[in-house]
């Protein structure tokens, strides 16, 4: 199993421009996150998702969207770069694991840079 | 608001001698605790955490609710041990649980 697979590991982005990091995990895991590193700071989750068809937002979601038509796959997608959003991006997945929580599986990470 | 707090950015310490890396979080109610460890190029990944009361690479990290705390020790650190370290606490907010991460502890174990 690739575990969660992120896409493309780097990146650098003019600011206004848009795109998408790909994420996509072969657990069947129902739980999917979204989450942004800064230096120095610990994770910040942008979005998250329950189930294919389901988001909601983190706890800065701000200039970012997401969609998940699939159990597999929850891209996010930034509409317009600003250099605020310069920073590490990580995906997750877990499953409900009864009255625990379950660890969240992380990807390799998106380095982002916008200029 | 809920927070997680570890107070050191860097540590380090010798080959063999005992580490312990703290950990803090303001919550009130039953938090679920977590400690996640990132090595050189790796992933994030889960090291342990509270509930299963287990003892990873020589690691254990015990819940004191009275303090609030949920430090991470070891006692003869080895230098596969450097890496960045991240406690976590998981709780169920909105339609999902989720994890709210410290700021990391980059540990460096010398020679």
């Known amino acids: 199993n690739a575990g969660v697979t992120q896409t493309p590991k780097f990146r650098i982005l003019k600011i206004g421009q848009s795109m998408t990091l790909q994420c996509t995990q072969d657990m069947n895991h129902n739980y999917m996150y979204w989450y942004r590193q800064d230096p120095g700071m610990g994770l910040k989750l942008i979005y998250y998702?329950?189930?294919?068809?389901?988001?909601d937002k983190g706890e800065v979601p701000n200039g970012y969207n997401v969609s998940r038509s699939t159990t597999e796959d929850f891209p996010l997608r930034l509409e317009l770069a600003a250099p605020s959003q310069t920073s590490v991006y990580f995906c997750a997945s877990t499953t409900l694991g009864g009255v625990s929580n379950q660890p969240q599986h992380f990807g390799d990470g998106t380095r982002l840079s916008i200029l | 608001a809920q927070r997680v707090t570890q107070p050191e950015k860097l540590l380090s310490v010798f080959k063999g001698a005992p580490v312990e890396l703290k950990c803090n979080y303001s919550y009130s109610g039953s938090p679920e605790l977590f400690w996640y460890v990132q090595y050189s190029r790796q992933r994030l990944q889960l090291l342990l955490r509270h509930i299963s009361r287990e003892s990873i690479k020589g690691f254990t990290a015990d819940l004191n609710k009275g303090e609030t705390s949920f430090h991470l020790k070891k006692p003869f650190a080895q230098e596969e041990d450097s890496a960045m370290y991240y406690c976590a606490y998981s709780l169920i907010s909105g339609s999902a649980r989720q994890l709210t991460f410290g700021s990391g502890t980059q540990l460096t174990v010398l020679p």
């Open positions: 998702s329950v189930g294919a068809g389901i988001t």
